[in-house]
Structure formats: C-alpha cells, structure tokens
C-alpha cells in the first residue's frame, strides 16, 4: 500500500534547478533548542504569492462560467478577455516572461496546425459535407446528457502486452509494460463510421502501465497533451517517477491519432485529431473516452482498489470530460486545461484568424462552431465527481491554455481546489510545490489508503 509518513524523505517533491531560482544551497541542518522556522527561497516566495494572490483574485470575482447553454450564453469574445493577476513588480515580470515564451512557441505550434491541419477542414466541400452533420451533434448536446455520447463500452478487449521503450521509465521495485488492444468503437454518427474506420493504426488504443510487486494499488492514470504522447517525456516532466516511489502505479494513456496511433502518413503526432472537421474532432474525442474507460475495466479486473484521472493541456481537457462521465474515478486533476476547443483556436495565431475566415466566408460564427463542438465539451455536461475530489492546476503565464480557460473550468465545477504555479505550459516553475499539493490532495482524499 502506499506510503502515508507525509515527512519521510520520499515525500519531498523533486525540484528542478529552475525552482531553486539560482540560490545557494541550503546550510547543514544543526542541532537548536527551538524548532528551526524554514526559510522560503525566492522562487518558493514568488509561487506561493502568485498562487495566493490568483486564487484571491478570481475568488472574489463574478462567474465568468454562464448559464446553459454556454455555447450560446459566453460571450463571442471571450478569446480576448485578458489573463490578467495583481502581482508585484518581481513576480510580474517571471510571470510575463514565461507568457511570451509560451505565445512564441504556441505561434510555431499554431503555424504547423494551420499548415497542416486547417486546409483540409476548411476546404469548401469538405467543410460543407462536414457542416452537414452538425445538427446531429447539436441536438445530443441540447440533452446535457454524458451518456446520449459517452455510452459505457460493454464489449471485452484481449489486452496484449509489450516491452516498455529503453528511455522508458523503469522501476526497481516493479515492473514496466506497454499495453495494446484492438478498439471497437464506432462513431456516435453512423454517417461517418466508414470514413472514420478506415484510419487503421487508430483501431489500436495502448497505454504504458507501472505496477509494483505484490497486490494491485491505487493507480494514477495520466494523459499527454497535443503532439506530446512518448511516455518518456511525460515521465520526466510530470515527475510520474516521484508519484511511483509514493506507492501508486501509474497508467500513461495514449490519445487517439498519437503516438502509435498515428497513420503513417501523418506529418506529425496528433494531426488527425483536428485535421477532419468539427464532425470527426468529436468523434475523435468520443473514442478517447472510450477506449480510457476499456483500460479501467482492465484495472479494474485486476483489483486495482482505486482509479483516478490527470493529464496535462488536451489531456487536461480530457480529464475533465471524464469527469463527468465516468463515476468510477477517484479523483480528476486537470493539469493547465483548456475549456473550450473553438475558443481557444481563435486565441492562436495564425490559427485562430484563418478559423474565423472560414466561418466567416460560410455564413457561421464562434457560436455555432461552439454548438457543434459542445457534445464533447467538460462544460455541457455537470460534473460527477463530489467537488472535494476535484483539483485544477493552472499557469499564471500559460498562452497556450490561457487562465481563463481554466477559471471557466473551476465556474463550472463550483470552484474546487485550484492551484496556480508562476510558469507557463511547458515551464512549470517550481513545480515541486504543486506536486506536494496533489499529493497532499491525494491524502486528503483517502486514495493512499486504497
């Protein structure tokens, strides 16, 4: 079972280099008659100031989440509305340095997406044949209703398994296996289940699994973000091998269109999730949910006793859908989540322009592509988890999924827990402190107690 010593060694979250914002190290612990006080070191002081002063912030704030239905209710410009926090001069200028990193490297993302991505799906007659369809998804997203799209597969898979990669991680006191299985799904639209099934390397779902010796533990399933699946790198950079050593096993599950996932053709990792229409997008969502939820039933058929759910950018956004369609998880932590797909989009440049062109040109708006797309949104649909196993971790300098998106998140949720770290989406500046917090939510919660 795991660990619950909260001060043994292998509590202390790793810290980066970074986090220790260039001080000097700390001085040998010397015998005092009195407890000694710990001293915060610049970085610890600016995260705790900007988590502080952001939650205060958005605490006494109005809700920016609206009534339903949000797709026709949030404002058109919401892409603009400012990320704003009243930080002092020293954690403004981290905080905006690390927000203009973000916005150069999101531009380069969004320039590949728009070269790649976008021609195909705005293309008159595919986006009028993929236009076509929208009524469809539009009317299950009026029921608000998780189950009308997300129904609980009810087939069994044969789950295979593989070596794990050499950069992989690999533990001492366990053992690592990459997993596979053929997907059954089908599109929730019989209109497009032939076009959709002929991606053949997509009918394959994998995942990574960490397991130490002995019984089944609480496992922490975790999800990559857009173009960012190998396991190694989400390993490294979500610290999992820290998680691991608590006691927990780990899950890295691989969204569709990634990784192995991907056709052969494909340009990069993650091109066909976005690259076929609005229409396919949802359906490419449908199938993540579906074939995560075959995973738990794998778990669970091996006793696992706990089950619960992070990922990080898109993988936060799926999250936080599963969130509200799976009631077996023990938890959701959105890691630097996007709200809402459309809005988003229209954020990126050059992306968001050419996205707005296009609906233009076709007589549609941000509402309507909202609409369309709000089948597979966290925001249709209510959350059933009980608030108090809900965390929302966010970047005070994140560009690629601005705050806002994750305050709309916390609105909707009836404002969980929320953290804020003083880095952006890739730089996530001591980061050490918002793994202790989940891990003292994970605590809080029980899930260490199986």
């Given at each position: ?334 890691n630097v989540p996007l709200a809402s797909i459309m809005d988003l989009i229209l954020q990126w440049f050059p992306a968001g322009p050419l996205m707005k062109a296009g609906l233009r040109l076709a007589g549609s708006d941000i509402r309507e592509a909202r609409h369309a797309t709000a089948v597979q949104c ?37 404002r969980p827990r929320l953290h804020w770290f003083p880095g952006n989406h890739l730089i996530h500046l001591d980061q050490g402190k918002y793994l202790k917090e989940m891990a003292t939510f994970l605590k809080d919660i029980g899930f260490d107690r199986g």
């Amino acid at each position: 079972m795991p660990s619950t010593a909260p001060d043994s060694d292998k509590m202390r979250a790793p810290v980066s280099p970074l986090s220790r914002g260039g001080c000097r190290p700390r001085p040998p612990a010397r015998i005092v008659r009195n407890p000694p006080v710990r001293t915060l070191y610049p970085m610890e002081q600016i995260a705790s100031r900007v988590s502080r002063v952001a939650n205060d912030t958005y605490g006494h704030s109005r809700r920016l989440m609206p009534e339903q239905p949000w797709w026709n209710n949030l404002d058109p410009s919401f892409h603009k509305f400012p990320d704003d926090f009243y930080l002092d001069l020293p954690s403004q200028l981290m905080v905006d340095g690390t927000a203009a990193i973000d916005i150069g490297m999101r531009t380069a993302l969004a320039t590949l997406a728009a070269s790649f991505a976008l021609p195909a799906t705005l293309w008159p007659a595919n986006y009028r044949e993929d236009r076509a369809q929208w009524d469809f998804y539009k009317a299950i997203a009026e029921r608000h209703d998780p189950a009308a799209f997300f129904p609980r597969p009810q087939q069994h898979v044969n789950v295979r398994h593989h070596k794990a990669g050499l950069l992989d991680y690999h533990p001492r006191d366990g053992r690592v296996e990459v997993l596979s299985f053929e997907s059954h799904f089908e599109t929730v639209n019989p209109a497009l289940r032939d076009k959709y099934a002929r991606f053949r390397r997509n009918r394959t779902a994998w995942a990574e699994h960490w397991r130490h010796e002995g019984d089944p533990r609480p496992t922490i399933c975790v999800i990559h973000g857009f173009v960012a699946d190998p396991y190694w790198v989400n390993s490294r950079f979500l610290a999992l091998p820290w998680f691991y050593k608590q006691g927990y096993d780990v899950l890295l599950y691989t969204l569709p269109f990634h990784g192995r996932r991907q056709e052969a053709t494909s340009p990069f990792s993650g091109h066909g999730y976005f690259s076929h229409g609005l229409s396919h997008l949802n359906e490419t969502v449908a199938h993540a949910v579906h074939d995560f939820r075959l995973f738990l039933d794998y778990l669970e058929g091996l006793g696992v006793p706990q089950m619960g759910v992070t990922g990080i950018s898109l993988g936060g956004y799926t999250s936080a859908l599963l969130a509200t369609v799976e009631e077996r998880l023990a938890f959701a932590v959105p890691n630097v989540p996007l709200a809402s797909i459309m809005d988003l989009i229209l954020q990126w440049f050059p992306a968001g322009p050419l996205m707005k062109a296009g609906l233009r040109l076709a007589g549609s708006d941000i509402r309507e592509a909202r609409h369309a797309t709000a089948v597979q949104c966290p925001l249709t649909y209510p959350v059933k988890l009980p608030k108090e196993r809900l965390l929302i971790v966010g970047g005070a300098g994140d560009r690629f999924a601005p705050p806002k998106h994750a305050r709309l998140l916390w609105d909707h949720w009836d404002r969980p827990r929320l953290h804020w770290f003083p880095g952006n989406h890739l730089i996530h500046l001591d980061q050490g402190k918002y793994l202790k917090e989940m891990a003292t939510f994970l605590k809080d919660i029980g899930f260490d107690r199986g």
